[in-house]
């Protein structure tokens, strides 16, 4: 995942946070130390997959420990804090399982935020309706107009379902740090009616 610059996030015009995401399937928190032990077995149970479609090199390694994660969610949640990048939890709707993040950051590419998901291997099938409802979410609750979600080669069930949304490609900047992902674009009704007119 590319991160957000360290400083106050200018896209960001809300005073206040919207209220998390929840449905029947899955409920959104923000990423924090207390889901430290959930997140840890989503992730280690699927580390091959992810490193594989989300080019994260080695990381984490097998020897990766929940301490570790603990530290990584602590400084999730301090970017949080400060506005600058915003990771949520995708929770069971019992809050028993962690069934995979998501992640909205500032982008620089474009006039909006940038997003990026993973989910577990026993998740898949609710992939597409995350990934819906979150940019359905991010557009309408927290006012976002444009929305970049930038996948590796890798990554063709998240390249397939950009496609199935009707998410528009778009090419970056050759000296963007997105240019070796496939890029597509969501904008909200606003911004395309205000666009054509």
Known sequence: MTQAPK???PWLKLTSLPEPLKNPRFVLEPLAEKHAELDFEAL???RGRLGEELQWGDWPLAEFTVRNNRDDL????DEFVRHEAFAYTVLSPDRSRCLGCIYIERCADIDGAQLAFWVIDDAIEIETRLVTEVVEWVHKAWGVRQILIPLREANTRGIAIARNLAFAAWDTRKDSPLSDH???LSESENSRTSSSG
Request: charged share 25%.
């Open 7 to 9: 400083q106050s996030s």
């Open 44 to 46: 280690m149970s699927c």
């Open 74 to 77: 602590r400084d999730h949640h």
């Open 182 to 184: 496939r890029c597509f």
